[in-house]
């Protein structure tokens, strides 16, 4: 499928942000751990989320899906050796953090996914899962899916690198209710993406986990996750393309089930179009953006955001002036190789864009109509959309977006962007 973005000046109304995929992810999760029913309020229905749902009931879970919620019965620990292999299709988190769940079951789980997911690095979480009694390996021998564990986690010590992705390490802290002895685990060098890190720590003691930082260190003790009824917040990674579109196009956008006091990384959304020139109003549960669709470049770092890349870059190709966007070289690990890609499909369009080993340097103010490539990711889907509301463009390959935003072009043309699908 293909859309076709044309040129749309002004958009306004009254939206409600999209469920958080990070935090239903970790809430499905936990709860299918837990010592009983659990009732998620708000969930995120797309096809990542859907991979961990069905990932859990592998595990033995039993979750009953209702309009607008999820009763998920959990296996108190006990977790099953699932009967068939586990594709997760193309969500990096439910492989990461299923990976570690896999190391509670008896005897072998082997999960897989697309593509892009058996691209993605896992040797430091197959590392840390061997300190800690569980046999973990890749099949191919190239620390990639497809990945094969036999359970037997125990607890104990590990330390892992923070430097690679921040799914290790909640994954790690996601199974260290369930050993024989508390879980003692050190970050090596810097942490990056730290507030995700940071969701799975609250999720964590929503469910009754008892967690503890010091400076580097975390401690999980062994006392299992009690059941609860948990509501999901509005997911600021795809509210940023609603906020980008009005940035872009200018208007008047209101966007609901957005918390001043999230956790959630990808808030800093708002303080980058807010320096780009477009004003925010935030109030506790809304954000109002008002723009006259005039940006300017800035300098930002996305060390902890690295889903806002494409957002922001198609942002600074938008910008009059220069954009360079650093501390990201993580996002090479994402989808595709996002900063590559980012770069790529913006030179198609006439902007001139350098690439850098952790970022881009945009020059931006220039853009010419064309046809782009999404390259199966759906955020760069989502992001050149944006940029075609400054200049007509045809995305190919769009269907992408339904992986974590599904109701996405149908928002988009409520608020009046002009978009048409096209098979």
């Known amino acids: 499928m293909d859309l076709i973005v044309k040129k749309t000046e002004g958009i306004e109304g009254n939206v409600k942000a999209p469920p958080s995929k990070s935090y239903t992810h970790r809430a499905v999760i936990i709860a299918s751990l837990a010592d009983n029913i659990s009732h998620l309020k708000n969930p995120l229905v ?10 859990c009931e592998a595990f033995g879970a039993k979750i009953d899906i209702k309009r607008n919620a999820w009763i998920v019965k959990g296996v108190n620990g006990k977790v099953i050796t699932p009967e068939n292999v586990i594709d997760v299709g193309n969500s990096g988190t439910t492989l990461r953090i299923m990976t570690a769940v896999a190391g509670l079951a008896k005897y072998y789980t082997i999960l897989t996914g697309d593509k892009s997911i058996r691209s993605r690095p896992m040797q430091p979480l197959l590392n840390s899962l061997r300190d800690l009694g569980v046999v973990a390996f890749s099949s191919r021998n190239n620390g990639r899916a497809p990945i094969i564990v ?9 330390e892992i690198p923070g430097n690679i992705s921040s799914q290790f390490i909640s994954a790690l802290l996601i199974i260290g209710p369930y050993g024989s002895k508390p879980l003692k685990l050190k970050i090596i060098g810097e942490l990056i993406s730290k507030p995700y890190v940071d969701m799975t720590v609250e999720v964590m003691k929503k469910f009754d986990a008892k967690i503890e930082r010091e400076k580097n260190t975390y401690y999980v003790e062994p006392n299992g996750y009690k059941s609860c009824k948990y509501s999901i917040e509005g997911d600021f990674s795809s509210a940023s393309y609603i906020v980008g579109a009005t940035a872009i196009a200018g208007g008047k956008v209101s966007i609901k089930n957005l918390f001043k006091d999230s956790k959630q990384a ?3 959304i708002l303080d980058i179009i807010s320096e780009m020139g477009v004003d925010i109003k935030i109030k506790k549960n809304e954000i109002i953006v008002c723009s006259d669709g005039e940006l300017h470049g800035i300098d930002v770092n996305l060390k902890n955001s690295p889903d806002l890349l494409p957002t922001v870059a198609v942002l600074g190709a938008a910008a009059k002036g220069r954009t360079k966007i650093y501390g990201i070289r993580h ?10 890609m980012c770069a790529k499909e913006l030179s198609k369009l006439g902007i001139k864009v350098k690439e850098l080993d952790d970022g881009l340097i945009i ?21 050149l959309t944006l940029l075609g509301l400054k200049k007509g463009i045809k995305i190919k390959n769009a269907e992408a ?19 048409v699908e096209k098979p």
């Open 331 to 340: 996002a090479r690990f994402k989808e595709t190789d996002r900063i590559a």
């Open 266 to 268: 990808d808030k800093l």
């Open 150 to 158: 036999k359970g037997g986690y125990e607890g104990g010590y590990t």
């Open 363 to 383: 020059n931006g103010g220039n853009i010419k109509g064309g046809i782009v490539d999404s390259h199966n990711d759906h955020r760069l889907v989502m992001a």
């Open 401 to 419: 977006y339904k992986i974590s935003f599904p109701d996405f072009v149908k928002v988009m043309k409520e608020l009046g962007c002009k978009i």
């Open 46 to 55: 797309a096809k990542d989320t859907c991979s961990s749902v069905e990932a």
